[in-house]
């Protein structure tokens, strides 16, 4: 759960491409125009939510994401290999009493350090991606974006969630990663409801499945939102009603509104949309507020 | 034996309709590889049947027993990840934030910390309809080490894989772990680029991890004709990565629901087929060109 006085509302999806950014961005947008609101861009692998905002500023530094890697005092260093046999990430080589850090798959646990008897390890930051802010017409967004390269993208989830968390929103639209693992765990972790965004085909039934089972395993109350409704015919209404999963919002597949979402552009002349947003992001706030819906 | 990786960046490019349809042309003579371990489709487009399962492991996790337990707070100290929990005095790991460094256990001083194994999810092997086999696995929604999950799919698909097999990796989305794992080592990436702001962005990305990984790469343009500017920055982008181009895919509702119709993309009549059997063909060219080579 998330501190009193503020909500956070998590898209997820399962399978990519469903519409997580698209759903998440006009979220957003709804929310605030009632209260100060942040998108929180989570998804730091892809990160594309400050694309919907052709006219956003930047609003203070960029802020380096960094973890504590170690690095090798060679004078005090005894070739025991200790902090080789302590390293479980496969970060330390000891060979014949010389001693290698890949510092790239290092997770900085701190175990080596702690392993080490002669104090000939010390830890230096190592930069694993960023946290940046940016303003549009008064809606905050927050960007994780971890560096090309680097397999450390929870380190910089958590980041952006402790940012997010700091500046004291009503409301927090997280725009998660796609998935069920680690990234996606990490990016639903504390909020107050899951918006589940599906498309109506059998790849999206399928892992519509697997988030749902991760929700349910958090324990954080969930709603789908048919998205490209029309487009197939995988019948996504139907595993919602035999998952006990409350279907909170529909929005039905238009070309022109692919072709929007291609450019990433809001639906901003779009009546249709913006009353079932609103209504999305009402049942949404409601779930989150009464602990409603999938359990 | 030859690896061919499709990958995207951006998620629903179109990479598993795409690795399906390579798949389906080399027909029994290829291995497919679903490395999108915790959103596997691949088995829904090729029609998998016959699936044995093997349990997978990720290695240990931690617990703390409550009753050896002092509360004295060193493994809270000691952890980096917050995954230790205070709850009413006493002690827990988070297992969902808990990154199994292990270095709770080695600070307790009342050895109160074990570690367990616990099943993460499953490991399969499939045959399809298409004639080829299926390596795919299912991670536990919520568990971690996808990459270790893909390296192990990779592995089983190699052992199944003959000398002169093509195994075909269907990786995915992001540049993280999973993808550098379903990357690693393989001959050619094909990189699916959706001509949209954000798949040309998230391809980009991948384009660059490519490059730092010293793969040879070519793209294939999915999604075309919805807007023509995204549709130029897609092949601006490759041209400047020095990426050649398999073929463009146009835009097309009738693509949709190939899994429902248990067809691939390589078997379609429709608006896009002619287009999508020659970017497929230029694929065929470039596996045959790595043939040789061997």
Redesign the interface.
Known sequence: MSDAGTTVIAVAS?????GK?TVAAHLAIAGARGRPTMLVDL?V??P?AS?YFKGAGRSGDASEVSV?VPRLVEARCTGCGLCAK?C??GAILAIGGVITIDPKVC?????CV??CPAAALEEIPMTVGQTSSFDADGLAILEGR?A????R??VVI?AAKKRAAESGAALQIRDC??????????AI?GADYVVLVAEP???SI??LG??V??AR??GVPAGVVINKDG????DIAGFCEREGIPVIGRIA?K?ER??S????EPWSDDAAISGEIDAILALAADGARTDGGLR | MITVSVAS?????GK?SLSAAIAERLGAACVFADC??????GA??LGAAGTKSEPYFA?PGFEIDPAACTSCGACQA?C???AIERTNGSFRVAP??C?????CL??CPAKAIRSYEKQAGELLVSDSRLGMRIVHA??E???????KLVALVRRRAAELAGDDAVIVVDA?????????ASITGCDLVVVVV??????V??AA?LV??VG?MRRRAMAIVN?SG??Q??DDAARTMLKEAGIPVAGEIP?D?AL??V??SNRTWASLDCKAATRIRSALGAVDGAIGALKEKR
């Open positions: 399962g399978k990519g491409g469903t950014t998804d692998e892809a594309d694309g504590l302590a479980r990430f997770k900085g646990c701190g175990a702690n392993a971890m090309i390269g680097d397999i993208s929870t958590e990663p796609p998935g069920v693992s680690c990234p996606a765990t990490h972790e085909t059998e790849f399928h892992d697997a988030a089972r991760l395993g958090r487009f197939g015919d995988a597949f070309r692919a072709a979402g291609a450019a990433a | 960046g951006k998620g629903g490019a598993t999108d371990v915790d959103a596997a489709n829904i487009a290695g000691a980096r990840f917050g969902e934030l990154e199994r460094c292990g270095a080695s600070r299912e991670l929604p919520g568990e971690d080490t996808s990459g995915p989305p992001g540049i993280g772990c999973p993808v550098i959706e001509a949209s702001a954000s798949g962005r998230d990305r660059e991890l730092s999604k919805l807007n500017a995204m835009f509702p949709r629901s899994e429902e």
